[in-house]
């Protein structure tokens, strides 16, 4: 069974750093593509960053690109988010997503309302006070 635990979540000042971990079971990751995304209550769900795969590329979210880094450690089934420079407006619940096909996690940056075949965590709350 396919299963994402996000942690590293919490309260930090403006400026400050965040290291988000999405700890994977149930599959292997060079299998799947995982990919970050975010939601504000309100507003739709966006996508931070993409994609941790056997391919090793990544992009991030014009928003948060040169402070976010994606990065994996298959030894621990984790991938993380480590997250610098930090903003108010990075506020948000952040979500990892995992799919076999990396389409469908790249869809979700155009459609972030079609999730086909993809396996969310529960999310991890990221406050950043002014």
């Known amino acids: 069974q396919v299963q994402l635990v996000e942690s590293g979540g919490g309260f930090v000042q403006r400026g400050g750093s965040l290291r988000l971990a999405c700890e994977t079971s149930?599959?292997?990751?060079?299998?799947?593509?995982i990919g970050w995304f975010r939601q504000v209550p309100g507003k739709e769900r966006e996508g931070v960053s993409c994609c941790s795969d056997r391919f090793g590329t990544s992009f991030s979210a014009d928003s948060v690109k040169g402070r976010f880094t994606l990065s994996r450690d298959n030894t621990k089934s984790t991938v993380y988010l480590q997250m610098n420079s930090l903003k108010p407006e990075d506020t948000a619940v952040y979500y990892c997503a995992a799919s076999p096909d990396r389409d469908n996690i790249l869809r979700l940056w155009v459609f972030p309302e079609k999730s086909q075949n993809v396996n969310w965590g529960r999310g991890a709350q990221v406050t950043v006070s002014a």
């Open positions: 149930g599959f292997r990751m060079d299998d799947y593509a």
